[in-house]
């Protein structure tokens, strides 16, 4: 190992325990980026850099959707979709014994496809659900870690902030990583479900028997879930069907949130937050990005990236056992770090070792992203857990979360091993998109 190597692993590192020390990831990857490539390559030329790259990271017109589903997903927020799906969908699941929890799932993966957020997912079901189960009668475990798993959907299930930021740093296809996504979605949402289950079968004292007024209107429940069902298969199937691209998709999506929010009455003050919402989480992003960008200018310059790809390729070890690494990787970090912070920090290191190891890009794409989530459910400090404590105002501890998170961690290892087993869940539709 050469110098500037040894030099790449001391940067990451530090922009690690910088960020796990509370600092901003983006100051965290622009300084460690400016100070490294400095050390290497002097001061002047690092000046070089920081009067480039920034534009350059900001400037390619793909970004462009960054803002609009952004905003798609806010806007839909503000105007309170969230209740009316949680209610249609629990008018027709309710009478079942658990309905409520499968209710909240459901609605957290429809919730999810127009959000693309499972931090904001979590948050906006938790203040619904989770009072509405606790109210009927389930235990504190189950009501909370029901929400905070069924949150994780929302960066899975496309239209996806993360799987775009995934495809922008490595090239590959925002029409088929959305398209893969699709069927592990719903396997994860089906898997879910079985833990709900499982759960109450094993201990049928978690949940409350379901109430006479919760009975079947379907109509009223297809009215109300059709707008929100409409778009996505406008903006998805518009896609995927190759009538729109993807920034054109993303501006389909946002005026369609738009529109709804109208139709939904969303007050001129919501307007004005979802406006500003949708700034503050796009300048955020940009800022991550740019971060980024001048943290990669260090890394290629150290050589690091070729190293470790031309390591594996010399490993002895099968490219499964490196690949349950590198998984098993993530799923530590998750506990620690956000979801998107965790791709643009490391997928420029881990990115070109995939590659060499002979996986397909969109298929990584669906696993990382898979994979960081479950990190915000593991405890001790998975971040989905705090979020649903704090909606929760007090009611529930972190030890309750805990003793009921652990059958949907279960179910987020199982979709993993089918999704290592059967990669053609994730490459089918994508497969069909490149004409194969």
Known sequence: MTEPQVIGILGFVCALVLTLLGVSVSISMAAVGIVGFAIMNGWFAAGFVMSSAPFEAVFPYGLSVVPLF??????AAHAGLSRSLFDAVNLLVGRFRGGL??????????????CGSSLATAATMGRIAVPEMLRAGYAKGISAATVAAAG??????PPSVTLVIYAL????????????????????????????LIMIRSKPDLVARPSEAEALDGVTAFKAVLPVIGLFVLVIGGLYAGFFSPTEAAAVGAIG???LSLMM????????????????TSAMI??????????????????????????????????VVIMMIILLFYVILGCFMDALSMILLTIPIVFPIVLSLGYDAVWFGIVIVSVVEIG????????????????????????????????????????????????????????????G
């Open 286 to 319: 940009f800022m991550i990005l740019i971060g980024a960008a001048l943290f990669n200018f260090f890394l290629e310059g150290t050589g690091l990236t070729h190293f470790l790809a031309s390591w594996v390729d010399g490993s002895t070890l099968p490219p």
């Open 101 to 114: 929890a499968i209710a909240t799932i459901g609605t957290c993966a429809i919730f999810g496809a127009i």
């Open 257 to 259: 949130a738009f529109l």
């Open 70 to 75: 952004i905003a798609m997903g806010v806007f």
């Open 169 to 196: 740093l490595t090239e590959t296809s925002i029409g088929q990583l959305f398209a893969g996504a699709l069927l592990p979605g719903l396997l994860a949402t089906v898997l879910y479900v079985g833990a709900v």
């Open 376 to 435: 915000l459910i593991t405890p001790p400090i998975g971040m989905n857990l705090f979020i649903i404590q704090n909606v929760a105002g007090g009611e529930i501890r972190q030890s309750d979360i805990m003793r009921g998170i652990l059958p949907f961690i279960l179910a987020d290892v199982l979709r993993l091993v089918i999704l290592l087993a059967f990669p053609m869940i994730a490459l089918y539709l994508p497969l069909l998109m490149r004409g």
């Open 152 to 157: 994780t959907l929302g960066v899975l299930i």
């Open 265 to 280: 009455g969303i007050t001129r003050s919501g307007l004005i937050a979802a406006a500003l919402e949708t700034a503050h």
